[in-house]
């Protein structure tokens, strides 16, 4: 039963040198035979193209990353203008990571706000679902997001750490709902709240390796085989088996991403 990891960084200097981290990702791949790898740059999303290229079941997202914002509005204008040349890209099969984050930096409120919302504009021109990070933000993400009410726009939050009602309305909106490792957490009382009150379409499972990684391993570093113990306690949380958990989001996985479909040999 093949495990979907919807959201993982392998570029991550963490994974050691570029010639490691390729290594890795082909290990990993073996098991856990489909990955979107995010890019947080331009730069990054780059690399995620690239790889995506070489390797069957590795998909990329490309995205600009609120925490990668410049503090120069042309500089910023310069980087979006890269991410929109790369979306046309045929293994580019989502816009990711874009968001809000106001605990590492929320001094450029307004300018996270502008980048975000543009970003979310791309994705609808181009017909692409959204990868969205929201950090100390979800009242101001989901005002954003509720302003695309209507016009088609899917996406996940991924690694959500939200109330349920903020989920309620994004479920409403037609958002998925993404969980990481720290869904294992013992402190993971929200996420805990939020994934038994989820229709089942709308349950996501990622790692966002290399952090994250889930109980036993917490503070470790983390990449996509690990995977299987946040699915295991996903699976608890909601009174089914690990198959069936997985069956369930690698369907929602695909449904979400729909060119993620085709599983290369
Ligand atoms: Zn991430």
């Known amino acids: 039963m093949p495990l979907f990891d919807t959201h993982a960084h392998y570029y ?29 740059t331009p730069s990054t999303s780059e690399i995620c193209l690239g790889w995506a290229k070489k390797h069957a079941g590795l998909f990329a997202a ?13 500089e910023n204008t310069k980087m979006l203008d890269q991410i929109s040349g790369m979306l046309d890209d045929p293994e580019c099969v989502a816009v990711g990571e874009i968001g809000l984050d106001y605990y590492w930096t929320s001094d450029n409120r307004e300018e996270q706000k502008s980048v975000f919302s543009s970003q979310l504009d791309m994705a609808l021109e181009k017909k692409l679902p959204v990868v969205i990070h929201d950090r100390e933000a979800h009242g101001d993400c989901l005002d954003i997001v509720s302003g695309f009410r209507g016009r088609g726009l899917k996406g996940v939050f991924h690694s959500f750490s939200g109330s349920p009602e903020t989920a309620r309305e994004l479920i409403k909106l037609g958002f998925y709902i993404s969980f990481s490792g720290v869904i294992t957490f013992k402190n993971a009382v929200k996420p805990v709240e939020v994934l038994k009150i989820l229709p089942e379409d709308r349950i996501l499972a990622e790692t966002d390796c290399p952090y994250l990684a889930p109980v036993p391993f917490r503070g470790k570093l983390n990449d996509s085989r690990l995977m299987r113990h946040s699915v295991a306690k996903i699976a608890e949380i909601r009174g089914t088996g690990f198959d069936e958990m997985v069956r369930i989001t690698e369907r929602n996985a695909v449904s979400l991403f729909e060119k993620c479909t085709v599983l290369n040999p």
């Not at 010639?19 to 947080?40: M, Y």
């Not at 490309?62 to 042309?74: D, F, Q, V």
């Open 62 to 74: 490309c995205g600009l990353h609120p925490e990668n914002i410049s503090g120069s509005r042309a």
């Open 12 to 40: 991550d200097e963490k994974f050691g040198s570029p010639e490691e981290q390729e290594t890795l990702l082909c290990d990993v791949l073996k098991e856990v035979p489909r990955i979107i790898n995010c890019g947080i």
